[in-house]
C-alpha cells in the first residue's frame, strides 16, 4: 500500500440494450422502451461504480465477487454497491469522492440525476456532495451513438481512515 493512504480506482460497464427489460441506472429504473441485457439488473453505472471501488484496493473485479450463477440472479446492483462499500469500509478506507459518466444516446437522464446521486451515496453511506453522475450522448457514432448499447465510467479516490489498521 501507498504510504499516503490515498488510492484511486476506475470502473468500466457497457450493455447492450433490448426490448423487455427495464432501464435501471444508477439503481432508479428510468421510463424507457429498452433495458440492458444482463445477469443482474444490468445496471452499468452501478457496475462500473463497484469496480472502480474495487480496483482501488487491487480486490479484483464485480465478476470476481458476484459470478453470474443462480445467487446474484436478477439481484439489485443496490446490494452489490453496499456488499462493495463494506469491503472497502472492512479494509478500513473511506470514499472521497466518486465521479461518474454514463454514455447513452436515449432516454435522456439529466431529470434522474439527483435521484441516482442520492441512491449511490445512500448504498455507500456517505454524503451526496461527494457523488457525481454525469451525462453523455454518443453522437450517433458506435453502439451507444446507435443506440444499440449504454455504457458508464466511474473514477473513484480512497483515503485509509485515520487509526484504521
Do not use: W
Amino acid at each position: 500500500m501507498n504510504s499516503n493512504g490515498l488510492r484511486i480506482g476506475i470502473g468500466y460497464d457497457i450493455h447492450p440494450l433490448v426490448k423487455g427489460r427495464p432501464l435501471i441506472l444508477g439503481g432508479v429504473e428510468i421510463e424507457s422502451e429498452r433495458g440492458p441485457a444482463g445477469h443482474s439488473d444490468a445496471d452499468a453505472l452501478l457496475h462500473a461504480v463497484c469496480d472502480a471501488l474495487l480496483g482501488a484496493l487491487s480486490l479484483g473485479d464485480l465478476g470476481e465477487h458476484f459470478p453470474e450463477s443462480d445467487e446474484f440472479k436478477g439481484i439489485s446492483s443496490l446490494v452489490l454497491v453496499q456488499r462493495v462499500g463494506e469491503m472497502i469500509a472492512g479494509r478500513d478506507y473511506r470514499v472521497v469522492n466518486l465521479d461518474c459518466i454514463v454514455h447513452a444516446e436515449r432516454p435522456r437522464l439529466s431529470g434522474y440525476r439527483k435521484d441516482m446521486i442520492a441512491k449511490i451515496a445512500g448504498a455507500l453511506g456517505i454524503d451526496a456532495g461527494d457523488v457525481s453522475v454525469k451525462f453523455t450522448r454518443g453522437e450517433g457514432l458506435g453502439p451507444v451513438g446507435e443506440e444499440r448499447a449504454l455504457a458508464a465510467r466511474a473514477v473513484v479516490l480512497l483515503e485509509k481512515i485515520s487509526g484504521g489498521g
